[in-house]
C-alpha cells in the first residue's frame, strides 16, 4: 500500500477491494444511522427511529460479509504483512461498527417510549455530544479511506470530549431528578443514551486504532 | 521497482492474449486435411524406417548365409580308410613298449611316415600316398600315443584325405580328383568327419592340415596386452579430463586431438608402432606383445571417450551429495563416479576391444603376417592373430582355403558374438537406476 | 546490515561472492546462532543458495566462483588456509533440493560419512551410529526392517530424510539445507519441517526456501535476499507481520514478480 503497487495475482486485489468498499460502507451507514437517531430522538420522529432500526439490519448483514469474506481471503491468499493487518483489522473493525450500528438502533428504540416534545430531549449537551460522535466516525471513515494515520490520531483525541460531556451530562441530569422526580423516566432514558454515545466515541476510537495499526503495524500510542 | 513493473506488463500482455479468443473449429475441412496430412507423414516415416531396417537384415542375413553355407564344410574334413598291418609294418613292436616314459623316443624311432606310405601304397597303389593329406603321419602318431594297444594287430584308421580329394569329395573338384573319389567311394573308403585339426592345429601350407588355434591364441595375447595397456589408461584419462583437469585451452586441445585420434585409420596406428616398438625400442617384430601394444593405441581413444561419456553421466548431485559430507575429490571419484559409470566404461571398452579384435592393418604393418605353424607360447613369440590369418588364407589360391577362411570367419564373429553379449550383460548387471 | 547475536556459531561479514565478473552476493554480513533455525528467502536468482553454499565452501567446486571478506565458524574463517575443506564440510552438513541418496543401501548412504571420517571404531559402533541418526531424522521406524535396500527405493520424502541422517551421522554442527523441500508433496514437506523443528536446537540450522509459508513455519529468524544484497534479517515473527523494508513487504504480501 506504501508502495501502492498490485498484487502479482490482481485477484488478491479484487477481494481486497471488496472488503475495503464493504467496510466503507458500513461505517456510512452507522454514521447516518446514529445521526439518524438522535434527530429522531430530538425531534420525536418515531417513523425515522423505526427506518434506523432498520438500518442495523443492514449493517448486521454487511458485518457478516465482511467476515466471510475475510476469512476467504486469509484461508485462499495466505496473505503477509500489511495484507494480514489489513484483514485483521477489517475483522475487527466490522465487529465493532456493528457495535456502533447496535448503539444507534438502542437510541432509536426509546424515541416511542418518551414523551413527545419532551424539553430534556433537545440538551444542548446530549445534541453537542451526538455531534462529535457523528464527526468522529465520519472522521474515521476518512481516515480508512485515505490511509491517514493522523486522522485517526485526531479521532482518538475527541473521544476524550464525548467522556467529558458524558460526565457533566450525568452531573446535571442527576440534578435535574433530584428537582423533577416524576421525570425519572425520561432522565433515564436519556442517559441510557449519553452513555450509548460514549460507547459509540469508544468504538470508534477502536476504529482508529486499526487504521493506525494497519498502516504501521504497532498499536496507536495512548495520546 | 523495474522488475515488479516488468512482471505486470507480461500479466497485461497474458491478458490480452486470451481476450476475445475465436473459437477453433477443430472438425472443418482445413482441419480434417491437417489431420489426414499428418498421419500421411507419419506411415511414410514409419515405412522408410521398415525398409531401412529390412534392408538391414537382408544384408546380415546373406552375410550369414554365405558364411555358415562355405564355412560349416570348413568344419568337416573328408577321411580316407587305410588299413595298417601294424604287426607287419613295425616288425612286432609291442604295446608296452610305446607306452611309459620312453613312448615318445621309440614312436620317433619307428618311422612312421615310411610306415604309412607304405601302408598306403600296398593299398591303393603307387600313387596311394598322394592321397592323404601331409600330416596323416601325425595324426596316426597321436593315434597310437593315445591307444598304445591299436599297435598288436590289424587296424583300419581313417586318415584325413589330402586337399584337392577333399575338395572334390564335398563340392566340385578337378576332373582327376573327381574320378579318384568316386573310385574311393565304390570301395566305401571315404567319410566325413569333424575336423578337431582345424580347432587345434596352427597354419600349413596344406589347407586340410591348417587350424586356427595359433591365430586364436595370438588374438587372445594381443588383446590382453591391449586390454592391460588401453584400460587403466583410458579410464584415468577419462576420470582426470572431467573431474579434475582445468577447464582451458589445453584441456580442450586434448579432447579434440583424443577426438581425433579416435577416427585415425588404423593403419596409421600400424606404421606409428612399426616405428616406435620395433625400430626405435626393438622389440621382437611379429609378436603379440607389439601387437597387443600397437592396438592399444588405437584402443585408448574409444576408451577415453566412452569413459568420459560414462563419467559425465553420472548425475552431478551424487557428486554434491559426497562432497557435502565432506568427502574429499579422489573418494567422490573412487566411491562414486567410477563405480557408477563402470557399467559404461565397460561398455565402451569391449566395444572398443571388438574393434581392435577385427583390425588387420595395423597388425600387418608390424609384421604379424608371417607363416606361423606353431601356437606362440610367450608373448614376445612371433604370432598371428584372427583377422590377419583371414586375410592371409584369403589370399591362397588352394581351392581348400576358401572354406577355411569362411570357418575362420565364423570363429571371429562368434568370438565378437562374444564379447557384445558380455559388454551388454555387463551394463545390465551393474547400471544403477536413480 | 550487521545482524549480530551474543553468541554466533556462524558469522559472516562483509561478504562478496562472484561468480566471474557477475557478483552474486554483495557486502552481506549476518550472524546465525545454534537456538534458532534461519531462514533465507528472496526470489529466484537473489543469492540466497549461493550464499548458502560459500557457507561450506561448495562454491569450491564452480569454476570462476570467489569469496571475499569473513566467514567465520565458532570464530574461526573457513576460507583461511589452516581450515580443511573436507573437516568443514563435514562440521557444516548440507542437504540438497533434489533428494540424492547414493545408489546404495539405505545403511550404507548413512554409514558413508563416519567411515570416510573414521568416526566409528567397528561394526557395532557404526550401527548405533547409524540406528542414531536415522532415529534423529524420524526415519528409523519406517526403514529398520529394510536397511539392505537401495535407498532410492524410498519415496521422495523419505530419501530426503534419508539425506537429512546421512548429513547428521557425521555429527556435524551445522545443516544447511537448500530448498529441502522443493520436490516433495505437502504430507512429506510438513514432515521434513516438523523434523526440522525437531533438530532446532541440537543444530544451527540454515534453510534456504522458495515457500515463504515454511519460512514462516519453521524459522525463528528470517533474512530477505534481493539482487544479492541482504536487505532484511531479523525475527520471523516481524518479518512476516510488519517488515521494516518495503522491498522485503513487496516480496512476502506477492506485490513483486
Known amino acids: 500500500m506504501s508502495t501502492g503497487t498490485k498484487h502479482t495475482v490482481t485477484a488478491f486485489d479484487d477481494d481486497m477491494d471488496e472488503i475495503r468498499g464493504l467496510i466503507a460502507e458500513m461505517g456510512a451507514r452507522a454514521e447516518s444511522a446514529v445521526k439518524a437517531a438522535m434527530k429522531a430522538l430530538g425531534e420525536h420522529d418515531t417513523e425515522l427511529a423505526a427506518a434506523t432500526r432498520a438500518e442495523d439490519k443492514i449493517i448486521d448483514t454487511l458485518e457478516t460479509e465482511v467476515e466471510k469474506l475475510v476469512v476467504r481471503t486469509i484461508a485462499l491468499r495466505a496473505p503477509m504483512a500489511d495484507d494480514l493487518r489489513e484483514l485483521i483489522a477489517a475483522l475487527k473493525m466490522s465487529a465493532v461498527i456493528e457495535r456502533i450500528g447496535d448503539y444507534a438502533k438502542n437510541i432509536a428504540k426509546r424515541v416511542p417510549q418518551m414523551e413527545a416534545k419532551s424539553a430534556l430531549a433537545g440538551n444542548e449537551q446530549l445534541v453537542r455530544m451526538g455531534e462529535i460522535v457523528v464527526e468522529m466516525i465520519r472522521t474515521a471513515m476518512d481516515a480508512y479511506a485515505k490511509r491517514d494515520i493522523d486522522l485517526a490520531r485526531a479521532v482518538t483525541a475527541r473521544d476524550d470530549d464525548v467522556d467529558q460531556l458524558n460526565k457533566d451530562l450525568f452531573v446535571d441530569f442527576v440534578a435535574y431528578v433530584a428537582k423533577n422526580p416524576k421525570m425519572a423516566t425520561e432522565v433515564a432514558h436519556l442517559l441510557f443514551t449519553a452513555k450509548n454515545l460514549e460507547r459509540i466515541g469508544d468504538h470508534t476510537t477502536t476504529v482508529a486504532q486499526m487504521i493506525y495499526f494497519t498502516e504501521t503495524g504497532e498499536n496507536l500510542p495512548d495520546a | ?434 | 546490515m550487521a545482524e549480530t547475536t551474543a553468541n554466533p556459531k556462524i558469522s559472516t561479514r562483509n561478504v562478496n561472492v562472484y561468480y566471474g565478473e557477475k557478483k552474486a552476493i554483495d557486502n552481506v554480513s549476518i550472524d546465525v546462532d545454534m537456538d534458532n533455525v534461519t531462514a533465507f528467502i528472496g526470489p529466484s536468482g537473489c543469492g540466497k543458495s549461493t550464499f548458502l553454499r560459500s557457507l561450506n565452501r561448495m562454491n569450491d567446486t564452480i569454476v570462476g566462483a570467489r569469496v571475499e571478506g569473513n566467514i567465520l565458524l565458532d570464530g574461526q574463517d573457513i576460507y583461511a588456509s589452516s581450515m580443511d575443506v573436507v573437516q568443514l564440510r563435514a562440521r557444516v552438513g548440507m542437504v540438497f533440493q533434489k533428494p540424492n541418496p547414493f545408489p546404495k543401501s539405505i545403511y550404507d548412504n548413512v554409514a558413508y560419512g563416519p567411515r570416510i571420517h573414521g568416526l566409528a571404531a567397528g561394526k557395532a559402533e557404526l550401527d548405533q551410529i547409524v540406528e542414531s541418526a536415522l532415529t534423529r531424522a524420524g526415519l528409523w521406524g519406517e526403514v529398520k526392517d529394510r536397511l539392505g535396500d537401495s535407498g532410492t527405493a524410498l519415496s521422495g520424502g523419505q530419501q530426503q530424510r534419508l539425506c537429512i541422517a546421512r548429513a547428521i551421522a557425521v555429527d556435524p554442527e551445522v545443516i544447511l539445507m537448500d530448498e529441502p523441500c522443493s520436490a516433495l508433496d505437502p504430507i512429506a514437506t510438513a514432515r521434513i519441517e516438523e523434523l526440522i523443528h525437531d533438530l532446532r536446537g541440537k543444530y544451527a540450522i540454515i534453510i534456504v526456501t522458495h515457500n515463504m509459508q515454511q519460512a514462516a513455519r519453521v524459522s525463528q529468524r528470517t533474512a530477505f535476499f534481493h539482487l544479492g544484497n541482504l536487505i532484511e534479517f531479523g525475527e520471523t515473527s516481524e518479518i512476516f507481520t510488519n517488515p521494516r523494508e518495503d522491498r522485503t513487504k513487496d516480496y512476502i504480501t506477492g506485490r513483486y514478480g
Open chain 2, 1 to 434: 521497482m523495474s522488475l515488479c513493473a516488468w512482471s505486470n506488463a507480461i500479466v497485461k500482455l497474458m491478458n490480452n492474449a486470451t481476450i476475445d479468443p475465436t473459437p477453433t473449429d477443430w472438425n472443418g475441412a482445413v482441419m480434417q486435411k491437417r489431420i489426414a496430412k499428418r498421419y500421411a507423414a507419419e506411415r511414410r516415416f514409419k515405412a522408410m524406417g521398415f525398409i531401412a531396417v529390412a534392408l538391414s537384415t537382408l544384408f546380415l542375413a546373406f552375410l550369414l548365409f554365405t558364411m555358415l553355407g562355405q564355412g560349416l564344410r570348413g568344419f568337416q574334413r573328408t577321411e580316407v580308410a587305410v588299413e595298417f598291418d601294424f604287426p607287419a609294418l613295425t616288425s612286432g613292436a609291442t604295446a608296452a613298449s610305446i607306452t611309459g616314459p620312453n613312448a615318445d623316443t621309440t614312436l620317433n624311432s619307428m618311422d612312421i611316415p615310411g610306415i604309412v606310405e607304405l601302408a598306403v601304397s600296398q593299398q591303393y597303389g603307387d600313387q596311394g600316398s598322394e592321397l592323404l593329406t601331409s600330416a596323416a603321419a601325425a595324426n596316426v602318431r597321436q593315434m597310437l600315443a593315445d591307444n598304445p594297444q591299436l599297435v598288436t594287430a590289424k587296424q583300419t584308421l581313417w586318415l584325413p584325405a589330402e586337399s584337392r580329394l577333399d575338395v572334390a569329395y564335398k563340392r566340385k573338384g578337378e576332373p582327376a580328383s573327381e574320378k579318384t573319389v568316386a573310385a574311393l567311394e565304390q570301395k566305401d573308403a571315404l567319410r566325413s568327419g569333424f575336423n578337431w585339426t582345424f580347432l587345434t592345429g596352427a597354419d600349413a601350407t596344406d589347407p586340410s592340415a591348417v587350424g586356427i588355434w595359433a591365430a586364436f591364441k595370438g588374438s587372445l595375447m594381443t588383446m590382453a596386452i591391449t586390454l592391460l595397456l588401453a584400460f587403466p589408461v583410458g579410464v584415468f584419462a577419462a576420470l582426470y579430463l572431467e573431474e579434475y583437469a582445468p577447464k582451458n585451452k589445453l584441456t580442450d586441445m586434448i579432447e579434440v586431438s583424443i577426438n581425433n585420434l579416435a577416427a585415425v585409420p588404423s593403419i596409421i596406428f600400424g606404421l606409428l608402432g612399426l616405428a616406435v616398438f620395433l625400430t626405435m625400442f626393438g622389440m621382437p617384430r611379429s609378436s603379440a606383445l607389439v601387437g597387443g601394444l600397437t592396438l592399444a593405441l588405437m584402443t585408448m581413444p574409444v576408451i577415453v571417450i566412452a569413459g568420459r561419456n560414462a563419467v559425465k553421466s553420472v548425475p552431478p548431485s551424487i557428486r554434491e551429495a559426497a562432497l557435502g559430507i565432506g568427502a574429499s575429490p579422489v573418494q567422490v571419484v573412487f566411491h562414486h563416479v567410477l563405480p557408477l559409470a563402470l557399467p559404461g566404461i565397460l561398455t565402451g571398452t569391449i566395444i572398443g576391444m571388438a574393434r581392435a579384435l577385427g583390425e588387420t592393418a595395423p597388425l600387418l604393418m608390424i609384421g604379424m603376417r608371417a607363416f606361423i605353424p606353431s601356437p606362440p607360447q610367450g608373448f614376445t613369440d612371433a604370432a598371428t592373430a584372427l583377422p590377419v590369418q583371414i586375410y592371409l588364407w584369403s589370399d591362397e589360391v588352394n581351392q581348400g582355403f576358401v572354406e577355411k577362411t569362411s570357418a575362420a570367419i565364423i570363429v571371429l564373429l562368434i568370438f565378437l558374438l562374444g564379447m557384445n553379449a558380455l559388454a551388454i550383460y555387463l551394463r545390465n548387471r551393474f547400471e544403477t537406476r536413480w
